[in-house]
Nanobody
Framework: QVQLVESGGGLVQAGVSLRLSCAAS????????MGWFRQAPGKEREFVAA????????SYADSVKGRFTVSRDNDKHTGYLHMKTLKSEDTAVYYC???????????????????WGQGTQVTVSS
């Protein structure tokens, strides 16, 4: 059974940094891309960042470029979203997802991902 477990969310003040983790288990395929998405209250889910299996390809939403960094540790089957200079508009539930895009593939489209975590709440107070 595939499981993605996010952690690291919380209530923080604007301007600080936070790191989210996504631990994957039960995946039979050994190459998968990982994406991060978020959903704020009353809004649709939106793409945040993605990283390929190799780590050589990454993509970011314009709203987080320069502030967020996506990374992964394949030995630990864990992905990370490093968020700095957080803003109130970053408040949302953050989800990680995995999809089978090969060694170097990534996707910004949620529907192309195969498994999703339960989400972790990030609340940024101004």
């Amino acid at each position: 059974q595939v499981q993605l477990v996010e952690s690291g969310g919380g209530l923080v003040q604007a301007g600080v940094s936070l790191r989210l983790s996504c631990a994957a288990s039960g995946l039979t395929a050994n190459t998968y891309g990982m994406g991060w998405f978020r959903q704020a209250p009353g809004k649709e889910r939106e793409f945040v960042a993605a990283i390929s299996w190799s780590g050589g390809s990454t993509s970011y939403a314009d709203s987080v470029k320069g502030r967020f960094t996506v990374s992964r540790d394949n030995d630990k089957h864990t992905g990370y979203l490093h968020m700095k200079t957080l803003k109130s508009e970053d408040t949302a539930v953050y989800y990680c997802a995995v999809g089978f895009f090969g060694v170097a593939g990534i996707s910004e489209i949620g529907a192309e991902y195969d498994y999703w975590g339960q989400g972790t709440q990030v609340t940024v107070s101004s």
